[in-house]
């Protein structure tokens, strides 16, 4: 029965030390070392992208998100004493059905945005981050009965925008394409 624990007991030893390399926490951000500030001045809209608040609730989403994810960057919407920018732009906004109901009317719903995001770093002058094409895309259903009636296209742009935010802001925090150029 010992020889079984002591042969246990290495085997386990082994895996462990042989796994320690696998797993390293998150302590420090891609980022270069001199941003502290980032800028998220208020988003675009294309002439596709037009709807009711669409950009004004994608610069909100952005800039709570780096606020929450950003390990103590200040965030500003101005670009004067910024040390990054994160620049937006909705390209197109499309509402369409796409399931109909036994009465041949539109039920569930689906929401596409695409836009544009471009992350500078303004003291260097170099792009960090830059995606002409996020594509984001949520779906919801409108019920049957007309007296419940409750247009879900707002709850899903809101979805859709923080969705966007964290897909940005995760790419700009973990220093995606910033890396590369490091090396």
Do not use: W
Not at 36 to 62: C, D, I, M, S, W
Not at 87 to 101: A, Q, Y
Request: glycine letters at 8%; charged letters at 30%.
């Amino acid at each position: 029965m010992s020889l079984v624990r002591i042969l246990t007991v290495v085997v386990l030893g082994f895996a462990a030390v042989g796994f320690t390399e696998c797993y390293r926490p998150v302590t420090d951000t891609g980022l270069p070392k001199h941003i502290k500030t980032v800028a998220v001045p208020a988003f675009q809209a294309e002439a596709n992208g037009l709807r009711y608040r669409v950009e004004t609730r994608f610069t909100e989403a952005v800039s709570r998100e780096v606020i929450r994810r950003g390990r103590g960057l200040k965030v500003q919407g101005s670009t004067q004493g910024a040390d990054a920018v994160i620049e937006g732009t909705i390209r197109d906004f499309n509402f369409s059905g796409v399931l109909l109901d036994r009465f041949g009317r539109a039920r569930v719903y689906e929401v596409t945005i695409i836009a544009a995001v471009t992350i500078r770093d303004l003291r260097e002058d170099k792009i960090l981050f830059d995606n002409q094409n996020f594509i984001f895309r949520d779906s919801f259903e409108f019920s049957e009965d007309p007296r419940s009636f409750f247009n879900e296209e707002d709850p899903a742009v809101e979805r859709i925008a923080r969705a966007f935010a964290e897909s940005a802001v995760s790419a700009f925090v973990n220093g995606i394409g910033v890396r590369n150029e490091r090396k």
